[in-house]
């Protein structure tokens, strides 16, 4: 039996004339739970169907007791959608809260969120979230996978940030997996703005780094982090400081472990691994005024040679000079004097040279003429002067002075010039240079693990 909203509403008002007597009425039951109860198993309950205009506006509907406004709690099925937004409606049930219509949830505009899209919301009175200080998570298979707390932190695959301070706080271990997250935080850009465009940017005004990353395996050989470019212009990774100050800094590396500990850790490597060899540059420097320095030792294994265009044909050449190499830590300084009319020549030395020189030797090479009667007359005084004698009015005398180097940094450190030295402990079986040794690599004291198929591609 179908029953229209109007025939409803008679047949409630006849029972409740003829019922008075009872506070519950009961249509298509004789035992009502309720004040107005109705029963069917095939039809449902049929509102009145009106065209409203607005949600601040009450009409068509209005009280039958006079003609006014509805009386709030009144309830229609709206079937236009009509008005601007934000008090427009749409199609579905509303009811009258006493100053406008508000949709019942569940209902097209109503007060909860559509998974299909809302409209006409405002950001001052409608948000996902809690107004009070509980958290607010995400799940998926009943697994939590993301926490906006009540401080504002931002919690993906953890309900408990590692650090007190942390805003954005990534688990890449969890998540219900048995390995983790192989990238636990991926940003792909795409922009073409220009060369100032990034897939990400960090700034940091305070006091701390734009950046921080640690890394806590002792196995792995990924880097803390890793910079890969698939660009023959752009570097794999740049440091670059634009404060002028003679404490800027471009790149640090900085090795943080106990102080005395015995172990040779780097705090920067450079490598360049390539198909060919003589070719590649595993650090390359340019400076103004050094391109690369260090206030302690220095050290190689091949030898130490300066490489500049050739003079004769700089577009095509090369030209190498090399070091002197020698078993001990030697200043040299020459030169070339003329014998006065006695035969003597006296030779000043630079003013610094008694303070930074022990353990003279002398050479000399006549210039010109034989004189197998020219000698060091006297020695080399605490003015760094000496005299050459024996030689012929007028003519040359080629000399030539090596000492020992005796500055505060070898008086501070004589074993520096110790040429013969133990390995030690954990040296000892490697090698400085495994390869000519016909070993391979990692039999080297430096060597360092690097995967060469480490990649991260789009």
């Not at 607010?136 to 940030?161: H, Q, V």
């Not at 003329?338 to 610094?352: E, I, R, S, T």
């Not at 080629?398 to 030295?421: F, G």
Request: glycine share 12%; hydrophobic share 40%; with cysteine.
């Amino acid at each position: 039996m179908n029953i229209t909203f109007s025939r409803l509403v008679c047949m409630v008002s006849i029972a409740l004339c003829s019922q008075i007597s009872f506070s519950q009425v009961g249509i298509g039951i004789t035992t009502p739970n309720a004040a107005l109860e109705v029963s069917s198993a095939t039809g449902g309950l049929l509102p009145p169907q009106v065209s409203l205009t607005d949600i601040t506006v009450s009409a068509p509907v209005v009280n039958p007791n006079g003609g006014g406004v509805p009386v709030a709690g009144t309830f229609v099925w709206n079937t236009a959608a009509a008005g601007v937004s934000p008090n427009n409606v749409v199609p579905g049930l509303y009811y009258w809260d006493g100053v406008r219509w508000v949709a019942f949830a569940g209902s097209p505009g109503g007060l909860d969120w559509s998974l299909l899209g809302n409209g006409g919301t405002s950001v001052a009175s409608a948000f996902l979230g809690t107004i009070d200080t509980q958290d607010l998570a995400l799940r998926t298979d009943n697994i939590e996978r993301f926490r906006l707390d009540s401080a504002g932190r931002f919690l993906f695959n953890n309900p408990t940030p590692a650090f007190a301070f942390d805003l954005v706080d990534i688990d890449g271990g969890a998540g219900g997996t048995t390995t983790g997250y192989e990238y636990a935080f991926n940003v792909y850009g795409t922009s073409s703005v220009g060369s100032s465009a990034a897939a990400g940017y960090f700034s940091q005004s305070g006091e701390g780094a734009a950046i921080w990353a640690e890394n806590f395996s002792t196995t792995g050989t990924m880097a803390t982090i890793f910079g890969e470019s698939e660009s023959a212009t752009v570097p794999a990774m740049e440091g670059r400081t634009n404060f002028a100050d003679d404490a800027s800094v471009g790149v640090l590396g900085h090795v943080n472990v106990a102080i005395g500990s015995t172990v040779d850790a780097k705090g920067v490597v450079g490598r360049s691994v390539t198909t060919g060899a003589g070719f590649g540059y595993g650090v390359y420097g340019e400076g103004n005024w050094y391109g690369l320095y260090t206030p302690d030792d220095s050290g190689a294994g091949g030898v130490k040679t300066f490489l500049i265009d050739h003079p004769l044909d700089p577009e095509n050449k090369l030209l190498r000079h090399y070091s002197v190499e020698s078993n001990e830590v030697l200043n040299m300084y020459r030169g070339v004097m003329v014998f006065d009319a006695n035969g003597n020549a006296k030779v000043q030395l630079p003013n610094y040279f008694t303070a930074i020189n022990i353990n003279y030797s002398y050479q000399l090479s006549a210039i010109g003429q034989p004189m197998p009667n020219m000698y060091v007359k006297t020695e080399i005084d605490n003015n760094g002067s000496f005299v050459i004698s024996g030689g012929a009015a007028g003519a040359k005398v080629s000399w030539t002075v090596h000492a020992n180097r005796n500055d505060r940094y070898m008086q501070k450190y004589p074993e520096k010039a110790i040429p013969e030295l133990d390995k030690k402990q954990g040296q000892k079986g490697k090698y400085m240079q495994p390869k000519i040794w016909d070993k391979s690599e990692e039999m080297g004291i430096n060597y360092i693990k690097i995967n060469p198929n480490l990649s991260k591609e789009k």
